[in-house]
C-alpha cells in the first residue's frame, strides 16, 4: 500500500505561481508512474503532467509551457510548478502513482487551487 499526500494549494491572482507537492509513503518512484491530475465539479478529472519511471514528462496541452513536474527521489517527493495561472486552472488537484503493468493505482486526498483576483 502507498500513501499520497498532496500539499501547497491555495488561492492566488491570475498571472501567479503556485508549487504542489506530493508525498508518498516510500520509495515508488522507480516502479510507478506519477503524475498530477485535476477535477471541478460535475467534471471528469483530467490528465495536467505524468511522469515516467525513466523520467519522461508528459502535459496537457493546455498546461504545456506554463506548469513542470519534477520529483526528489530522496525524499519521495513529486512536484508540480505552475507557473502563469489562469482561472480555468482553478480545480481540486490529485497526486496519482501507477504501475506501468499491473493494475495498481493510487491516489492522494486532493489539494485546492483557485485562481481568482
Not at 11 to 37: D, E, H, K, N, T
Not at 42 to 52: D, I, P, S, Y
Request: aromatic residues 10%.
Amino acid at each position: 500500500q502507498v500513501q499520497l499526500v498532496e500539499s501547497g494549494g491555495g488561492l492566488v491572482q491570475p498571472g501567479g505561481s503556485l508549487r504542489l507537492s506530493c508525498a508518498a509513503s516510500r520509495s515508488i518512484f522507480s516502479m510507478y508512474a506519477m503524475g498530477w491530475y485535476r477535477q471541478n465539479p460535475g467534471k471528469q478529472r483530467e490528465l495536467v503532467a505524468t511522469m515516467t519511471p525513466g523520467g519522461t514528462t508528459n502535459y496537457s496541452d493546455s498546461v504545456k509551457g506554463r506548469f513542470s513536474i519534477s520529483r526528489d527521489n530522496a525524499k519521495n517527493t513529486v512536484y508540480l510548478q505552475m507557473n502563469t495561472l489562469k482561472p480555468e486552472d482553478t480545480a481540486v488537484y490529485y497526486c496519482n502513482a501507477q504501475h506501468p503493468i499491473y493494475d495498481i493505482n493510487y491516489w492522494g486526498q486532493g489539494t485546492q487551487v483557485t485562481v481568482s483576483s
